[in-house]
RNA sequence: GGGCGGUUAGCUCAGUGGGAGAGCGCUUCCUUGACACGGAAGAGGUCACAUGUUCAAUCCAUGUACCGCCCACCA
């Protein structure tokens, strides 16, 4: 067989692929009869494109999954997209810009289908680039979350937690996002800090009065919306104010009162704080305690509106420009007294990044109290478990501090709410308009019927998506078969948004979490620690890593760095080229077996064990720790050790010791055998991590079946163990390392044979082997000691008189510096009689060790001093 | 403000209550029957700082400093 020098990952990663997919080789269907592993991939957005992160949350899930469909069971990894709704309607609204159409000129029913549109041509890019990553999901079951299917689940969904009184219209304090023209939820703010300033403001207690009272704002823009002051009720400066009116500058049109109240901080700016509920969180609920009214000054398009107060001049100006123009004329009436700067976090979309306004609106939102309840007792009995732990207490946090959820979105590319209206405004809840119909005309009367123009929030769909994407509500196989799933994959930042409501939302309908693990991977930076950014302009493609040096390369580097506790990956190139070297030192060791003189057996079998030499117990043994080792890390999440585990038995073990082994005269008759198994078990361990290597290499050794992709994890009971070979091979490695190191003081060139003097009682097949790896011409003499370690221990080096004179001085100096930490820790009489016995043992053995070594040194440098 | 991580070799990071590790980078030697995308040997660290617990601390506890993440209604 004539193989390339080096792998070439570009030509052979798509052909392998493209055949696994023909094949349907990540396909299943629901089994009962074994057992199930299934991984709900979190959808995409339609608008996504393949960035690092991938890496360390979408690789981790196709390990698991090749892992276990490796171990036999009913393994599949369900793919999908999510619509993404502010998202892409953000993304078409600028489109249609370009175009100069506004999105209502174009209506809603052209508009959606603009989007479907969309989807269907942008919407596979990310599905592409899963592939050429060499992620299998099952993607004959890909789903998208306004399919017709998900669609019915959403709407029944809604419908039942409607008829449950779980959902309700109301009018509350809500985030408003005037750049994309609709609500987010609380838990799609981002609060990012700026450096503001805080204006200290003074409310007079009459009109043209001198006296009054500071407050201090950083918006006071909506000061005009005012309702109150409130200070605290235990503050002694502003007692005497309680109860007494202030007017609102500039305008001086209206006096509030000034109110007692303990959510107010006394130790901030003056201890008085200006209310208004319309437009701030906390004012909201001070003004709910002393019943206030609710007067709004900004408007859906963020600019000051005077249909509730009077707003003066200052109607219809951006809210920005309207705090211009009145802190110009609080300066000029002589009201502000003090402008500092502030530092502070200020709420932004985290869709459109716009800076959000509260604002009080009719909306539509989910009670949450009576869902989070089970969904927190299914965390604290350990039916819901996180990796790392610590997590969970963010899960638990969260759910503790629940607060409504506001479902409502003004935006069109969505689930459309199933909500209809009467004409005199009484609502209808139905999964269709023909059963909306039937109830206006039971229960109201009527069948004229408006239905609401709002859509869901994304996550409203994305909640359901562990059941919805089998089918649900139909009794589906799936359903029953892969409902709940084994194991949920997430970066952190997802915990409020999807994980909590997933489970909610599992519990409630289906009786059952809807996965039992949650593993929260790390998130990817640059190697110096900053998060990847087009303004940075340190993003690192994927795509590009895959075309540079393939995808099994992108896949190692990524996993070698992940490590369980870690919330961080700092990622460096130069960790995928080493991982491309890798690659190739399979390629060459696969070269080097292929090429045997005496051939490869046809059929993957071992020798009889009398058979078996040294060395292939050695890494039979290896193999079989290995292979306990890996299952073990993959079964609890730890991809990056199980990651280093198999790169170092390959590369420093099996290329860098077994093979250099099979070189000796005396170890041909079993090698092409032996190689050929563990290298085809280890072609096993490493398939989940790099597929496409591990494919094309055990499909060029003797193998079973059609694929990797479908064949048995390894069974360690089917690895032969020999414990005592295993570390005899250990201390030659050893004493190999020891002659070598000498081989270069002397400086001998790699060719050139040392001369070794080889007590007898080192066996002969162990001679060999050290004349074959350290280069050396043995010469057999006297036995030495009475064990192994001795023997060994007690192999010298000819050299030319004085060369080794400087080394074995450093030696001795280390020996005897250990020698007198030994003994003094010895001699330390609290140390031998509270230090566990084995440790006392453990370190008389060292000292002894270290002795008869220094016995050793110092004959050798005797005799490298003395004339011959 | 609260909570949680981190601080170990030039860089990125493992690790352990009892002899400091890997990869990259660096130095020297080497194209020996697969591999220079390779092999061999080597240099390099008061394990952030302080106090405590212990026979023994890089590891445990407390505190400090710095870096980072999450949460939060100091306007």
């Given at each position: 067989m004539d193989l390339p020098k080096h792998y070439d990952p570009q030509a052979t990663e798509p052909r392998l692929y493209e055949r696994w997919d023909k094949n349907g080789y990540f396909h299943e269907e629901p089994d009962p009869a074994r057992p199930p592993?299934?991984?709900c991939m979190p959808p995409p957005n339609v608008t996504a494109r393949a960035h690092l992160g991938h890496g360390s949350t979408y690789l981790?899930?196709?390990?698991?999954?090749r892992y276990h469909r490796m171990l036999g069971e009913n393994a599949d990894w369900l793919p999908g997209v999510d619509h993404a709704a502010i998202a892409t309607e953000a993304v078409l609204v600028r489109e249609l810009a370009k175009e100069r159409i506004a999105r209502e000129d174009l209506g809603r029913e052209r508009f959606v289908e603009r989007a479907w549109a969309w989807s269907r041509t942008y919407g596979g890019e990310i599905e592409a680039q899963f592939r050429r990553l060499g992620f299998g999901p099952d993607w004959q079951r890909s789903r998208f979350t306004m399919d017709e299917g998900l669609s019915a689940a959403v709407r029944r969904v809604f419908v039942r937690l409607y008829r449950e009184g779980l959902i309700y219209r109301g009018t509350r304090l809500i985030n408003w996002d005037p750049k994309a023209k609709t609500t987010v939820s609380d838990a799609e703010l981002e609060y990012v800090e700026q450096d503001g300033r805080l204006w200290r403001i003074r409310y007079p207690f009459e009109p043209g009065g001198a006296e009054g009272i500071e407050i201090a704002t950083t918006r006071p823009e909506t000061m005009l919306a005012d309702v109150a002051l409130a200070v605290h009720p235990e503050d002694a400066r502003h007692a005497a104010t309680i109860g007494r009116r202030v007017w609102i500058p500039p305008l001086l049109q209206r006096s509030i009162p000034i109110v007692a109240d303990e959510a107010v901080d006394p130790d901030f700016g003056s201890g008085a704080l200006k209310i208004t509920p319309a437009h701030d969180p906390l004012d909201y609920e001070i003004g709910a305690?002393?019943?206030?009214?609710?007067?709004?000054?900004?408007?859906?398009?963020?600019?000051?509106?005077?249909?509730?107060?009077?707003?003066?001049p200052y109607a219809g100006l951006d809210r920005f420009e309207a705090r211009e123009r009145i802190l110009a004329d609080l300066q000029r009436g002589g009201f502000l007294t003090e402008t500092q700067p502030h530092r502070h976090a200020v709420a932004t979309s985290d869709r459109s990044g716009a800076v959000v306004e509260p604002l009080l609106s009719?909306?539509?939102?989910v009670k949450m109290a009576p869902l989070a309840k089970p969904a927190l007792d299914a965390y604290r009995d350990g039916r819901v478990r996180f990796f790392p732990a610590r997590h969970g207490r963010t899960y638990e946090h969260w759910l503790e501090n629940i607060r409504d959820w506001n479902i409502s979105r003004q935006i069109w590319w969505g689930h459309q709410l199933p909500v209809w209206y009467t004409p005199d405004g009484r609502e209808v809840v139905a999964e269709s308009a023909a059963e909306a119909l039937d109830i206006a005309q039971r229960l109201h009367g009527t069948r004229e019927l408006t239905r609401d123009p709002d859509t869901l929030d994304t996550w409203f769909s994305s909640g359901i998506w562990p059941f919805s994407i089998l089918g649900w509500p139909e009794q589906t196989a799936e359903l029953r078969c892969w409902y709940p799933s084994q194991v949920l994959l997430t970066g952190g930042e997802?915990?409020?948004?999807?994980?909590?409501?997933?489970?909610?939302?599992?519990?409630?309908?289906?009786?059952d979490v809807p996965f039992s693990d949650v593993v929260i991977t790390p998130t990817v930076f640059d190697a110096a620690g900053r998060k990847m950014s087009k303004s940075l302009g340190n993003v690192i493609d994927p795509m590009v890593l895959a075309e540079r040096y393939g995808a099994d390369a992108f896949r190692v580097s990524i996993l070698r760095q992940m490590r369980l506790e870690s919330q961080e990956i700092r990622y460096q190139e130069s960790r995928c080229e080493e991982a491309r070297n890798f690659n190739n030192k399979i390629w060459n060791a696969t070269r080097y077996i292929l090429a045997l003189p005496e051939g490869l057996p046809a059929a993957m079998t071992l020798p009889s064990e009398g058979a078996l030499t040294l060395a292939d117990r050695w890494i039979l043994t290896r193999l079989r720790e290995t292979s306990v080792a890996m299952s073990e890390l993959l079964n609890r999440y730890d991809f990056g050790v199980a990651a280093e585990t198999i790169y170092r038995f390959v590369w420093y073990e099996f290329c860098d010791w077994y093979v250099e082994a099979t070189k000796a005269e005396a170890n041909r008759a079993t090698r092409a055998a032996v190689l050929s198994f563990v290298w085809n078990n280890a072609m096993r361990l490493l398939h989940p991590l790099a597929p496409f290597i591990t494919e094309e290499v055990w499909l060029a050794l003797p193998h079973d079946g059609k694929t990797i992709v479908t064949a048995t994890w390894p069974d360690p009971l089917e690895v032969p163990a020999f414990d005592d070979d295993a570390r005899g091979f250990a201390l030659l490695q050893r004493t190999v390392e020891r002659v070598?190191?000498?081989?270069?003081?002397?400086?001998?060139?790699?060719?050139?044979?040392?001369?070794?003097?080889v007590p007898a009682n080192v066996p002969e097949p162990m001679a060999a082997l050290l004349a074959l790896l350290a280069s050396a011409a043995v010469e057999r003499g006297e036995a030495a000691g009475d064990d192994l370690d001795d023997a060994l221990a007690a192999v010298t080096v000819r050299a030319p008189r004085g060369v080794l004179e400087e080394r074995y001085r450093k030696q001795l100096a280390h020996l005897l510096a250990e020698i007198d930490r030994g003994e003094r820790k010895l001699g330390n009489a609290a140390f031998?009689?509270?230090a566990a016995s084995?440790?006392?043992?453990?370190?008389?053995?060292?000292?002894?060790?270290?002795?008869?070594e220094l016995a050793r040194v110092e004959a050798a440098l005797r005799a490298s001093k003395e004339p011959a």
């Open positions: 592993f299934i991984i981790p899930m196709d390990v698991l999954t305690r002393h019943g206030l009214p609710t007067p709004s000054v900004i408007d859906l398009e963020a600019r000051i509106t005077g249909a509730d107060v009077p707003v003066g009719l909306q539509w939102f997802i915990i409020f948004l999807w994980v909590a409501r997933m489970v909610m939302l599992g519990l409630h309908f289906l009786l070598r190191n000498a081989r270069a003081e002397i400086g001998l060139h790699p060719r050139e044979r040392v001369a070794l003097d031998v009689s509270k084995s440790v006392v043992a453990k370190e008389r053995e060292k000292l002894d060790g270290y002795r008869s």
